[in-house]
């Protein structure tokens, strides 16, 4: 069978078994050779792996999640890792020839899964107005026409620019360099659909939107509690971590609505009782938490400790800390006083005994760290959970001391890095300054878009120009009818990319893919070899070597396509050294050491074994650079979301078969759902009391409620029933599938991220 047929499928054929009781194990190593084989072969699989995440290798192009500092194992990575991997590293090739016999209306036809699985793209591509299928451009014609473009607008505010979390610190600089050059801070990144809940909480509650532990520290702490985080399927290397933390006597609390296999039970295939024992249990405790109820756990949690510290003067409260390091505590304090713990039970669906034995557990610890990603992030209430969290961390010390503090767990590799280099549509004045500073600009000081307000533009006629960086924004975005009808609104939209997804199928008036080098190949510009830097989850910024041979000559590194599409754009005489720039990314590193705060010396402390730590006030010596020179206690109303009558609150999710919008395969062996995806996993109880059997088809439409009080509504049709222990109320389904469910307006508040852990849906018999 061709591979243009082979990965067809019909999801009548999905085949539905039980949920796994562990994460990893052999399955895990059997998966990553298999995969690796089939895309690679053996020879470049074993060439390949051996250099992931080592320092002489490369970063993995997936999750963002350190290395232990010092202690790297032979085989650093992980299932995931290794699909990420072989996906970029393929030997399959998506060429002019394919697509002169694929139109774009095929595309359109075709799975995110078919897609992404037919190889490398190799050549420059441009789909003219009017044209049923892309044809072959040169690259200095590609930049004309890129420019053209932009230089026909009324302003520079009516182009976006859109960044992928792949790509590399250098890129990344030279990239936000080039956007602000040509006048406009329209930079909608993927952190805007992800994290920007985290970064938004914690600059106002600790002055900084990062995570504030490290490894290290995790193995310290003695109690963790992961919130509204699958570390199985989305960062299975932190599993490795969480292992060694109960060994030295870590209690791990998992808070989380699905009982993922992840938080149950790890088994290192690295080690013989991950291969013939039982492996390791991870979580001590696991709350089933309805969805959208962590604000309310968070806030019923202070309550009690509060109640504690009241009973017993001084035993609870970090009292010496709160008064020389933080404000806001006295009003946060009988704020909480005045929760309701009966609310906070009917929102969380858990326990009086299960709150006040967390509760306890919080008490007893002396180095806590709390862990969390989408699942709070992507909520109405996301920002508030997320400040109601570090407050229960802040009443007890636990910022700024080893073992202890925040870990928002950033998904795609070098995410955090992005927004270091400046990729934010609202950069504070201090790196404006030092960025023109630095090159003979003026940067535009009004605030540009983020994700969420580049689509309402695009569809509202403000902007005509659409560049991406990388990712696939069309699957990574909500309302997708919305979206796609707006990319084609635009005049013009233009890739960077290094495989084929569905965001090449839906184009402006023309579209343009350009193919970029991935993390895995070797980058030979301006007749070197190139290196490039990539920031982790907690602050570590450290090299990435690419080595293998790019899929075709007409490959360029995406910091090359940003510093020539700016000569084309900007003139030879621009200000900014493009040139040096493209053949010279030591040159690069010079000017960030200048203009970013924290990368002093940047070419020669990188270059170190294990890179460099970034500066963390809060955790270096318990500085908080915040409105106030405080950590500060935020009092929230509480927030969560009852399920209407004869409806359901959905989440949509990965499987254990896709990273972020990718899809690997059609097997989330850890949820027992083969051969498939479209699935609504749904308490079992809940399919008998809508009228439903198991294996009924059903379309899923979501409603929103408008301002005015009418509902607006969206559908995806024919979803498989599955029964699956979710608490009563509350489904799951995978994503892309499932974001034409998501209205656009709805949105976390402050952070703008689309909600998609909390769609009102009812289920409809097809």
Same mark, same amino acid.
């Given at each position: 069978m061709s591979t243009i047929d082979r990965y067809e499928f019909d999801e009548a054929d999905v085949v539905v078994t039980h949920e796994k009781s562990y994460a990893a194990g052999v399955p895990a190593v059997k998966v990553s050779l298999q995969r690796g084989i089939e895309q690679m072969g053996v020879v470049r699989t074993a060439r390949t792996l051996v250099k992931l995440n080592q320092r002489n290798g490369f970063d993995c192009p997936g999750c963002a999640w350190p290395e232990t500092p010092g202690?790297?194992?032979?085989?650093?990575?992980?299932?995931?890792?290794?699909?990420? +991997?072989?996906?970029?590293?393929?030997?399959? %090739?998506v060429d002019p020839e394919f697509f002169a016999q694929r139109s774009v209306d095929d595309l359109l036809t075709r799975t995110d899964y078919w897609l992404g699985q037919q190889g490398r793209l190799t050549h420059p591509m441009v789909l003219r107005p009017g044209s049923t299928h892309y044809t072959p451009i040169g690259w200095a014609d590609a930049y004309r026409l890129i420019a053209d473009e932009l230089q026909a607008l009324d302003t520079p505010d009516a182009a976006a620019f859109y960044t992928s979390g792949r790509t590399s610190n250098e890129a990344a600089f030279v990239y936000q360099l080039l956007i602000r050059a040509f006048g406009t801070n329209n930079m909608p990144d993927c952190s805007n659909m992800c994290h920007e809940s985290s970064g938004s909480a914690l600059v106002d509650s600790i002055g900084i939107g990062k995570g504030s532990v490290s490894v290290p520290d995790l193995e310290q702490a003695d109690l963790i509690l992961?919130?509204?985080?699958?570390?199985?399927?989305?960062?299975?290397?932190?599993?490795?971590?969480?292992e060694k933390a109960k060994a030295n006597g870590a209690r791990v609390i998992a808070i989380n609505p699905l009982p993922e296999a992840g938080l149950l039970r790890f088994k290192d295939p690295q080690k013989v009782h991950g291969v013939v024992g039982d492996g390791v249990s991870i979580a001590d405790e696991f709350l089933q938490i309805r969805i959208g109820g962590d604000q309310a756990l968070f806030q019923g949690l202070a309550k009690l400790l509060l109640d504690a510290e009241d009973l017993t003067p001084g035993s609870v409260l970090d009292q010496a800390f709160i008064d020389e390091h933080c404000a806001g505590f006295d009003d946060y304090a009988a704020h909480m006083r005045k929760v309701d713990l009966?609310?906070?039970?009917?929102?969380?669906?858990?326990?009086?005994?299960? /709150?006040?034995?967390?509760?306890?557990?919080?008490?007893?610890? &002396?180095?806590? !760290?709390?862990?969390?990603?989408?699942?709070?992030?992507?909520?109405?209430?996301? +920002?508030?959970? !997320?400040?109601?969290?570090? &407050?229960?961390? /802040?009443? %007890?010390?636990?910022?700024?001391?080893?073992?202890?503090?925040?870990?928002?767990? %950033?998904?795609?590799?070098?995410?955090?890095?992005?927004?270091?280099?400046?990729?934010?549509?609202?950069?504070?004045?201090?790196?404006?300054?030092?960025?023109?500073?630095?090159f003979g600009i003026t940067s535009p000081r009004n605030h540009g878009y983020d994700a969420v307000d580049a689509i309402r533009a695009m569809r509202d006629g403000k902007v005509g120009v659409f560049m991406a960086m990388g990712g696939n924004f069309v699957a990574a975005t909500p309302d997708t009818e919305v979206t796609e009808a707006a990319l084609r609104r635009c005049s013009l939209t233009v890739q960077v990319s290094t495989k084929l997804n569905r965001s090449h199928a839906v184009t402006g008036r023309t579209g343009l893919i350009l193919p970029s080098l991935g993390r895995t190949d070797k980058d030979l510009s301006g007749g070197r070899k190139q290196l490039v830097t990539v920031e982790d989850s907690m602050s570590v910024v450290h090299l990435s070597r690419?080595?293998?041979?790019?899929?075709?000559?007409?490959?360029?590194?995406?910091?090359?396509?940003?510093?020539?599409?700016?000569?084309?754009?900007?003139?030879?005489?621009?200000?900014?050294?493009?040139?040096?720039?493209?053949?010279?990314?030591?040159?690069?590193?010079?000017?960030?050491?200048?203009?970013?705060?924290?990368?002093?010396?940047?070419?020669?402390?990188?270059?170190?074994?294990?890179?460099?730590?970034?500066?963390?006030?809060?955790?270096?010596?318990?500085?908080?650079?915040?409105?106030?020179?405080?950590?500060?206690?935020?009092?929230?109303?509480?927030?969560?979301?009852? +399920?209407?009558?004869? %409806?359901l609150i959905l989440q949509t999710m990965r499987s254990h078969d896709q990273y972020n919008t990718t899809i690997y395969g059609l097997d989330d062996r850890y949820r027992g759902v083969k051969g498939g995806r479209r699935v609504i996993l749904i308490n079992a109880d809940d399919i008998a009391a809508l009228g439903f059997a198991e294996g009924d088809r059903v379309d899923l439409i979501s409603e929103w409620t408008l301002q005015d009080g009418s509902i607006e509504e969206r559908r995806a049709?024919?979803?498989?029933?599955?029964?699956?222990?979710?608490?009563?109320?509350?489904?799951?389904?995978?994503?892309?599938?499932?974001?034409?469910?998501?209205?656009?307006?709805?949105?976390?508040?402050?952070?703008?991220?689309?909600v998609s852990k909390a769609v009102t849906i009812r289920l409809e018999r097809r």
């Open positions: 202690h790297r194992k032979h085989a650093e990575f992980c299932e995931n890792g290794a699909k990420a +991997v072989a996906e970029e590293a393929t030997t399959r %090739r992961i919130a509204g985080q699958n570390p199985g399927t989305n960062h299975p290397r932190m599993l490795s971590v969480l009966d609310e906070v039970i009917r929102a969380t669906g858990l326990t009086r005994e299960q /709150l006040d034995e967390t509760a306890e557990a919080l008490i007893r610890s &002396s180095k806590t !760290i709390i862990c969390w990603a989408m699942g709070l992030t992507q909520q109405t209430h996301g +920002v508030a959970t !997320i400040q109601d969290a570090t &407050s229960l961390l /802040l009443m %007890r010390g636990m910022i700024g001391k080893p073992g202890a503090g925040v870990c928002p767990v %950033r998904g795609h590799s070098n995410v955090q890095g992005d927004r270091t280099m400046g990729i934010w549509e609202k950069m504070p004045e201090s790196f404006l300054q030092a960025l023109d500073a630095e690419g080595s293998l041979k790019p899929a075709s000559d007409e490959l360029r590194s995406e910091v090359r396509i940003v510093c020539e599409l700016a000569q084309t754009l900007l003139g030879a005489e621009h200000a900014v050294p493009w040139a040096r720039f493209a053949s010279d990314y030591d040159s690069i590193r010079d000017s960030i050491s200048r203009v970013v705060p924290g990368f002093a010396d940047f070419n020669t402390r990188v270059r170190q074994p294990d890179g460099f730590v970034l500066p963390h006030p809060p955790r270096d010596d318990r500085r908080f650079e915040t409105r106030t020179g405080k950590a500060n206690f935020v009092a929230h109303e509480l927030y969560w979301l009852p +399920v209407p009558e004869g %409806r049709d024919d979803f498989r029933l599955v029964p699956y222990p979710t608490p009563r109320g509350n489904a799951a389904a995978y994503y892309p599938e499932t974001n034409p469910l998501v209205p656009l307006d709805h949105v976390a508040r402050e952070s703008n991220t689309p």
